[in-house]
């Protein structure tokens, strides 16, 4: 037997009945006498454990000797446990652990990310929501528990309480960066320099001795002319592109929060 408080003051329950069927059970804590709602799952002797995330009021319930995962969802209507889904894998786990909400991954929208033991390993099993938006999910973070204690243990044996100290997970949000564009000015003014036709011995003559005969003033400047105009205008095309670029940038930017507004029903 297992019991959780969840974040309204009820109680959640694991167990077994009569019959030996594992069973989930929420109860009020002021009318114990029934449970509010009860679900039978299977015959299964292994002990089920709960973990309960108080953000989303989703429970996931793991079993010794399993292979899967189910979670579900507590609502104040009735039926108030609400199956979800069920992750299976193939072998069996012998203990399962998880991490806070505060070391999940908050930029691939990870919710959950569990320990799962095996006989000679841990496996760490990641479970994220698929969202199109590179923006911070605000549903899927709230505010939420933080490292430091709301209060002292002598303060909490002399009958006093307080609420967890709520931290905010937006500022382990790393926005996505726009790549700038690199032009290399050596490569485009080599690439548009003529390629001498001199070929054979006499060529390799001429360069071994042009360090002692200088090149005519003519070519020189006409070569230098041309590859020089060649390079203003392809930094004025990239100096083009590159406000082209930020000016998108901004307009996706902002269709995005736009969008993240109306799946957070804001708008």
């Known amino acids: 037997m297992r019991a959780i408080f969840l974040s309204d003051g009820k109680i959640f329950t694991t167990g077994f009945s009569r019959m030996s069927e594992r069973q989930l059970a929420l109860w009020d804590p002021e009318n114990l006498e029934e449970p509010m709602a009860l679900q039978e799952l299977d015959s299964s002797n292994g002990a089920l454990l709960p973990f ?3 953000d989303t009021n989703v429970i996931y319930v793991c079993g010794k000797g399993d292979s899967s995962i189910r ?3 507590i609502t104040a209507e009735a039926p108030y446990i609400h199956f979800l889904n069920v992750f299976t894998s193939k072998e069996p786990q012998r203990g399962m652990g998880w991490m806070p909400k505060r070391g999940l991954d908050v930029n691939k929208c990870e919710i959950a990310r569990f320990y799962k033991l095996h006989e000679r390993k841990c496996e760490p099993i990641i479970m994220t929501v698929p969202r199109k938006s590179d923006l911070f ?3 899927l973070y709230p505010d939420t528990a933080g490292p430091e204690a709301a209060m002292e243990a002598e303060e909490w044996v002399a009958g006093k309480t307080a609420a ?3 931290i905010s997970l937006r500022e382990a949000y790393v926005p996505t960066k726009q790549r700038d564009f690199k032009v290399n000015r050596r490569s485009l003014l080599h690439e548009s320099r003529p390629v001498s036709a001199s070929t054979g011995p ?3 003559h001429a360069s071994a001795t042009s360090q002692s005969a200088p090149t005519p003033a003519i070519s020189t400047g006409a070569a ?4 020089g105009q060649i390079a203003e205008e392809v ?3 990239v100096a083009s592109l590159r406000a082209l670029v930020a000016a998108q940038g901004e307009r ?4 995005e929060e736009q969008l993240s507004r109306i799946e957070n029903g804001d708008v």
Not at 224 to 227: I, L, Q, R, V
Request: charged share 30%.
């Open 202 to 204: 006499s060529a390799t």
């Open 52 to 54: 309960y995330d108080p």
């Open 224 to 227: 230098s002319g041309e590859g």
């Open 137 to 139: 999910q605000d549903d």
């Open 164 to 166: 967890p100290l709520l």
């Open 252 to 255: 996706i930017a902002r269709l």
């Open 71 to 73: 979670y579900f969802e």
């Open 235 to 237: 930094l004025r095309e």
